[in-house]
C-alpha cells in the first residue's frame, strides 16, 4: 500500500479542486494520511480513502448504479486493493468491475473529492460498522456501444442524460458532473 499511499498524497497535494467543497474534502484527505498508508485501507476505521469513476460515453450519456446497500444512484467505486498501485488504477479496476465494461479509459486527474459516512465492514468481512469514506473521483470514457453487466454491488445499472438524472442520488454525485463534462471538449 506504500505506493498507493504515496500517489494518494501526491495527486491530492498537486491536484487544483473544481469547488469549494472539493478543495475542502481534498484537505481532509490531506489531513487523514497522516496517519500513513493504513488510511488506504478499510482497516482504519476512522476513515480511509476509496477510489471511485463517473463513467461517461461518447454522446454524453453518463452510467449510474443503484447501490444494493444504500438504495441510491451513484457513480461505480469503492475500496482500494493491495494491488492498487494509484488512486486512478483502482478507480479504474472499480469501475470495470462494477460495470463489467473493458476497455475504458481513463483520465488520471481527479474530477472531485467526496467525505462522507457510511456503514462499511472491514475486509475480514466482520459486520458493517460507521466510518468515514474519503472518496477520490475520477473520469473515465466508455467505448462507443459498450454494454455494462449488473454485478454483485448494485441492484441496477443505467445510462443517464446529465439534465434527466435518477433519484435518489448519493452525496455529491451531481456535484461531480460539471467537471467531468468539462473535460470531455
Not at 89 to 107: F, K, V, W, Y
Not at 138 to 143: E, G, N, Y
Request: hydrophobic share 40%.
Amino acid at each position: 500500500m506504500t505506493d498507493l499511499y504515496d500517489d494518494a498524497v501526491r495527486v491530492l497535494t498537486g491536484w487544483r479542486a473544481t469547488t469549494e467543497d472539493g478543495d475542502l474534502a481534498r484537505k481532509r484527505v490531506l489531513e487523514l494520511l497522516t496517519a500513513g498508508p493504513v488510511a488506504m485501507t478499510r482497516a482504519h476505521r476512522p476513515g480511509h480513502v476509496t477510489a471511485s469513476a463517473l463513467v461517461v460515453d461518447p454522446d454524453g450519456r453518463l452510467l449510474l448504479c443503484l447501490h444494493g446497500r444504500l438504495g441510491k444512484w451513484m457513480q461505480l467505486g469503492g475500496h482500494c486493493e493491495p494491488t492498487d498501485r494509484t488512486l486512478a488504477e483502482a478507480a479504474l479496476r472499480e469501475a470495470t468491475e462494477e460495470s463489467g465494461i473493458p476497455g475504458l479509459s481513463l483520465d488520471p486527474d481527479p474530477i472531485d473529492v467526496d467525505v462522507h459516512e457510511v456503514r462499511c465492514g472491514p475486509a475480514d468481512g466482520q459486520p458493517a460498522t460507521p466510518s468515514v469514506h474519503y472518496d477520490v473521483r475520477f473520469l473515465l470514457r466508455s467505448p462507443a456501444g459498450a454494454t455494462e453487466q449488473i454485478s454483485a454491488e448494485s441492484a441496477a445499472l443505467g445510462w443517464f442524460a446529465p439534465d434527466a438524472l435518477p433519484s435518489p442520488l448519493a452525496s455529491a454525485t451531481a456535484r461531480q458532473i460539471p467537471p467531468a463534462l468539462s473535460r470531455l471538449s
